[in-house]
């Protein structure tokens, strides 16, 4: 399954880079703006992003369709446990199109 991967601007990790991960496997970084088109393996279950330790929330890949497009969100937050990555971080994915 092929995606395409947007990471919108955001006060969040402006400037660092943000892992992809499917099903745990780093796939590629994406830094603020930019765009990637992926290979998802078949049958994958989640992606989520990554900065340092800190992870977004799990998005779930069961209902996406080939050719799917993701934005990955991210804002600030004053919640000292999110922004140190011992929370979720303050991202999420959403779909854009199928």
């Not at 400037?15 to 830094?31: F, H, P, T, W």
């Not at 998802?40 to 900065?51: E, L, S, Y």
């Not at 069961?62 to 011992?86: E, F, N, S, Y």
Request: aromatic share 8%; glycine share 12%; proline share 4%.
């Amino acid at each position: 399954m092929r995606l395409k991967i947007t990471r919108e601007r955001g006060a969040y990790g402006a400037n660092r880079s943000m892992a992809i991960c499917v099903d745990g496997e780093k796939l590629c970084k994406l830094y603020q703006t930019e765009s990637v088109t992926l290979d998802v393996p078949d049958g994958a279950q989640t992606i989520f992003g990554r900065i340092g330790w800190g992870k977004t929330e799990k998005y779930p890949l069961g209902d996406v369709k080939d050719g799917a497009h993701l934005m990955v969100r991210t804002w600030l937050t004053q919640h000292p446990l999110r922004m140190l990555g011992i929370m979720a971080l303050p991202g999420r994915f959403e779909l854009v199109s199928r």
